[in-house]
């Protein structure tokens, strides 16, 4: 590294900034249609799907038991926050005990 | 244009929402804390790059990119396009109901923009959520935990269980899966969830896991854009 950090850091911090600002800006510019709203509405689901699957392929048993654990929960106590700590308490335990 | 509500309360109900994933935000931070002052970054200069860049894995990448010696600023700047380019499409994703707020108050908002109050927030977008100000108040308590975190990690703080034990690594996509059967409630809607699924781990495996979220809801966008045409 022969740059001094902070230059280092104000390139990286400008190219965090342009990432959070690009889709934006770019939206502006494209009219919203119908079958462009459909694909946005359903691009969170897809990436929650994603990171969930992610984890399991990254971690193993215990991790795919806690996240099927937090689905079933989240549907049977209707509050998707409770289900979510409780996934957390459960991935614990699993770990704890060698899963 | 700019008569979308942005107001306190939205804000506040936004920063309540957002206290549960801040926990995880704050492990996160602890994690990164203890990474950077093992790279030789003190506390000040560890706060400082969570600050700036906001992004936990970008700012990971960086610093094990600075610490092999042979990052070059094109390197680092290449690292942190790629590992956060999933924020073009959340911020595309969020356009046609931010921008009600008007240029200012979007862009401040944009500021704050994260995984988890992103997912947050498009949740409850999907549920009605009128006022602008939610998403900068679900990021608030956020912001606060990734700083506090990586201060007290920074200052390394070894005598700390690992996050890892505690499955606070877990909780992002804790919430994920939490939010992701709530929003589920027509058959419809879970071609974006296997589609999604599907596409994250192919690309994981053949690409890597930075592109995997971008994969996921691309593939998943496209896919309701085709069956939204055939529905016609």
Known sequence: ?99 | MSHAPFTWDGFRRGARDGVPLALSIFAYGLGFGLVAAQAGFGVAKAVTTSAAIYSGSAQLAAVNLLQTGQATLLALLAAILVINARYVLFGAALQPWLWQAGPLRSYGSLLLLGDANWLLTMRRIAEGEEDRAYLAGTGAPIAVAWLTGTALGAAAVSVLPRPEALGFDLMLPCFAAAMMAAMTRKRADLVPVVVGAGAALVTARLVGPAAAVIAAGVAGGAVAALMHRGAE
């Open chain 1, 1 to 99: 590294m022969t740059e001094s950090f902070p230059l280092a850091l104000l390139v990286m911090a400008a190219a965090a900034l342009l990432c959070r600002v690009a889709g934006f800006t770019l939206m502006r510019l494209v009219p919203v249609s119908p079958r462009l709203e459909a694909a946005l509405r359903a691009t969170p689901l897809a990436v929650m799907a994603g990171i969930a699957a992610l984890a399991v392929q990254a971690g193993g048993l215990a991790e795919a038991l806690a996240l099927g654990a937090v689905v079933a929960l989240t549907v049977v106590l209707g509050s998707d926050v409770a289900a979510a700590l409780l996934g957390v308490v459960i991935v614990a335990v699993l770990r704890w005990l060698g899963v």
